[in-house]
């Protein structure tokens, strides 16, 4: 075991659930001191046993530290551990990990700092047993002051990445990667659904559909420059003819038990931007 001096090596776990467990066994393997709390005390037996010592409560936990990692499973558990600390916050560092919106990581920033602490939010890319390898990712956002300070230990987690100075800003980050996989996910079973609906081979149309979900990963570096520079190139095909296959897809999607993804909204900004002249762009032009 790797022994970590000072009060740096001081770290609460608030939650010790599958992500919670793994992160105080590798905070304790890289000889971090540990106090760990769980609403349900039992499930921290383990874990006292393997080093970390038990808080009775949220407040004695964070208490004992100078940093508390919050590894729970949403904001309400967030919310009922931070209004348990009744006290100030001055020196210490509270990390959110949690899947959350932006709204509740601006609530769950207020609130530290309005007690005198500091705090980051973290958005967890990464399942139980990755902790502690290269293969996780862990996303930072709040006081660059704070990561900064603890970013030896937060190492021990993953290599963490800060994404910006707002509380919100790795919760933003966290949810649009999981709504890239969702939306790729969720259309690709649009496809299956309707090419079986119709009598076709599915794993047959897989091949295809493999081709197609290439050349929107192939487009991804043209597809942030134009959004970059504000410009929007036709490419394969303009807003005009883009319309008229949203139409298609809406039709072929009316009824399906997926949904029609939001198709609707889709063409009225593309019939929007027509009007106003610009049909011969490109289909980034719609967050443009």
């Known amino acids: 075991m790797i022994e970590v001096k000072g009060p740096a090596s001081r770290v609460a776990v608030i939650g010790t659930g599958a992500i919670g467990r793994a992160v105080v066994h590798r905070l304790l393997a890289g000889g971090r001191d540990v106090t760990v709390w769980n609403r349900t005390e039992s499930r921290t ?3 006292v046993a393997a080093g970390a010592r038990p808080g009775r409560s949220v407040r004695e936990a964070v208490s ?28 210490q560092t509270i990390v959110g ?37 290269t293969a996780a990712t862990i996303l930072y956002s709040g006081s660059r002051h704070a990561f900064e300070h603890h970013k030896t230990t937060l190492e021990l987690l993953s290599k963490p ?18 709504g890239v996989w969702y939306d790729a996910q969720l259309g690709l079973l649009r496809a299956l659904d309707a090419v ?8 047959e149309f897989s091949h295809t559909a493999n081709t197609q979900l290439g050349h929107v990963v192939a ?39 997926l949904g029609d993804g ?26 443009g």
């Open 262 to 287: 939001g198709l609707p909204e889709v063409a009225a900004r593309i019939e929007a931007l027509i009007a106003d002249g610009r049909g011969g762009e490109g289909l980034t032009a719609t967050v």
């Open 97 to 133: 990990m949690y899947t959350g919106t932006a709204s509740e990581a601006r609530q769950a920033a207020q609130w530290v700092t309005g007690l005198g602490g500091q705090y980051i939010d973290a958005g967890i890319q990464a399942s139980p047993e990755m902790i502690g390898t």
């Open 219 to 257: 487009a991804i570096a043209a597809t942030v420059s134009e959004m970059q520079q504000a410009t929007y190139p036709s490419g394969p095909a303009d807003l005009t003819e883009h319309l008229t296959v949203v139409r298609h897809l809406i039709e072929l999607r009316t009824g399906r038990p």
């Open 64 to 91: 004992s530290s100078t940093l508390a990692l919050l590894t729970l499973k949403d904001y309400t558990a967030v919310q009922q551990c931070l209004t348990q600390l009744d006290m100030g916050l001055s020196g």
């Open 161 to 178: 990445r800060f994404v910006g100075q707002t509380p919100e800003a790795a919760a933003v980050w966290d949810l649009a990667l999981f």
């Open 196 to 203: 079986r609906e119709a009598g076709i081979d599915v794993a």
């Open 45 to 47: 037996t383990e874990l």
